[in-house]
């Protein structure tokens, strides 16, 4: 038995590093912009990614950056001076399956930065209600990296 232990154990010891291949990485920093009179405060989220083919993931808690209740309002993404694939596509993907950017970050180019609005006249501006994850998708260049800043706006 302590020797099946210890197999186990030694296997385990060798799949573990291999399950850590394949993932990007994001981080997320925050600017609060002070609101001015008649305007609404806005809150920046900025999301620096570094993929490596096989995508790359983040949960962002809008706890964690006061973002809870707040509209997503507008979505910027540029490439870094290593580029991912052209067409890349980000999608932010809520409790409930929705990409709340509506599908706008989707092709995103590598030559130049991005801006996109997300409400429509339609729909509106999506209302953040809990957690929502990051994903970069459909890249193929490893070390590809770039920003998606995202500004939340409140009334």
């Known amino acids: 038995m302590r020797k099946l232990l ?13 399950t850590s291949w394949g993932v990007g990485v994001a981080t997320v920093s925050k600017v609060e912009k002070i609101q001015v009179i ?10 620096s990614w570094v993929d490596d083919s096989a995508g790359t993931t983040l949960a962002i808690i809008p706890a964690t950056y006061g973002i ?10 540029n490439p ?32 130049t930065s991005q801006l996109v609005n997300i409400g429509t006249a339609v729909h509106g501006y999506p209302v953040i209600r809990g957690t929502f994850t990051f994903t970069l998708a459909n890249n193929a260049v490893v070390g590809g990296l770039g920003t998606c800043i995202l500004t939340f706006t409140h009334d």
């Open 6 to 18: 210890l197999a186990s154990a030694l296997i385990l010891a060798l799949l573990l590093p291999m």
């Open 38 to 47: 008649g305007e609404p405060k806005r809150i920046i989220l900025t999301i």
């Open 68 to 77: 809870m209740g707040y509209y997503l309002y507008s979505a910027e993404t």
């Open 80 to 111: 870094g001076a290593t580029a991912p694939t052209d067409l890349y596509d980000i999608t932010l993907i809520d409790g409930d399956g929705v990409d709340i950017a509506g599908s706008t970050l989707l092709n995103r180019a590598t030559a």
